[in-house]
T-cell receptor, first 109, second 113 residues
């Protein structure tokens, strides 16, 4: 009964480095999302996907890229990490109630 | 601009007491309103979803109310438990694409023994 699985849980990057945040869901949901959560702020949508091969930008997509080659996987790519990308990242799936992963805490120093 | 405002920002209560959290929104048009519970270090977990035609919805000791006319919602927690300590997030959905969710910043509830 895994639900939405995110890896890694924690990561420290240096400015300019790149990394991929992994997200997998086993509920056969077509809709998947990436959010970031900054202290004292509501979650902000980065990218979302309505099915394999289909992705679209959310509210704060700059500096990120996504791909959706399968229904299960929705990785988020950070290129040229910047301090402004220090945040907690959540992957989610679903349409009515969203099912969230446990998050990735990312620090860019 | 669509906004969701929650109050209070933080709340401390004693175990066994009741409490009510507030959510005001400006999202229009409106599709549904959701309450999530987020434990520290975890992702949010859905508590309730209400459409504009629903005034109240319960999930165990959690009862959400909605007044779509005044654009207000509340989450009432009855007989609080230590495990209720968490952030409670109000989310309002507009009709249309999957991007149409506006998240509040949450109310941090602490339940003390």
């Amino acid at each position: 009964n895994a639900g939405v699985t995110q890896t890694p849980k924690f990561r420290i990057l240096k400015i300019g480095q790149s990394m991929t945040l992994q997200c997998t869901q086993d509920m056969n949901h077509n809709y998947m999302y990436w959010y970031r959560q900054d202290p004292g702020m509501g979650l902000k949508l980065i990218y979302y996907s309505v099915g394999a091969g289909i992705t679209d930008k959310g509210e704060v997509p700059n500096g990120y890229n996504v791909s959706r080659s399968t229904t299960e996987d929705f990785p988020l790519r950070l290129e040229l990490a910047a301090p402004s990308q220090t945040s907690v990242y959540f992957c989610a799936s679903g349409v009515g109630p969203l099912f969230f992963g446990s998050g990735t805490q990312l620090s860019v120093l | 601009k669509n906004q969701v405002e929650q109050s209070p920002q933080s709340l401390i209560i004693l175990e066994g007491k009741n409490c009510t959290l507030q959510c005001n929104y400006t999202v229009s048009p409106f599709s549904n309103l959701r309450w999530y519970k987020q434990d520290t270090g975890r992702g949010p977990v859905s508590l309730t979803i209400m459409t504009f035609s629903e005034n109240t919805k319960s999930n165990g000791r959690y009862t959400a109310t909605l007044d779509a006319d005044t654009k207000q919602s509340s989450l009432h927690i009855t007989a609080s438990q230590l495990s209720d300590s968490a952030s409670y997030i109000c989310v309002v959905s507009a009709p249309g694409s999957a991007r149409q969710l506006t998240f509040g910043s949450g109310t941090q509830l602490t339940v003390l023994p």
